[in-house]
Nanobody, 124 residues
């Protein structure tokens, strides 16, 4: 089992930045590719970014490419999502996830472990 706990969400003005963290505990974090997803009210959960276990490869949804950066620190069992140039449409609950069926999966159901989410609200 892997337990994931997100933090770092909050209220920010458009154009601002936030850094989300996802702390993992349980089975060896280093073994798992990790992903970030988000879900706005009334919408499907959507892919944001993913990273391989080594951090060598990263994948981004087109709507965040160039603005968001995923990274990880395996010594701290933590994955991060740095979000810059935030827009109101980025407002959502952000979730981290672990152990996908394949490393660059964008499909929520392919991830085995999930955190509880952290709210990000971007005001205009």
């Amino acid at each position: 089992q892997v337990q994931l706990v997100e933090s770092g969400g909050g209220l920010v003005q458009a154009g601002g930045s936030l850094r989300l963290s996802c702390a993992a505990s349980g089975r060896a974090f280093i073994n798992y590719p990790m992903g970030w997803f988000r879900q706005a009210p009334g919408k499907e959960r959507e892919f944001v970014a993913a990273i391989t276990w080594s951090g060598d490869s990263r994948y981004y949804a087109d709507y965040v490419k160039g603005r968001f950066t995923i990274s990880r620190d395996n010594a701290k069992s933590t994955v991060y999502l740095r979000m810059d140039s935030l827009k109101p449409e980025d407002s959502a609950v952000y979730y981290c996830a672990a152990d996908p069926a394949f490393v660059d999966s964008t499909i929520p159901s392919s991830y085995k472990y999930w955190g509880q989410g952290t709210q990000v609200t971007v005001s205009s």
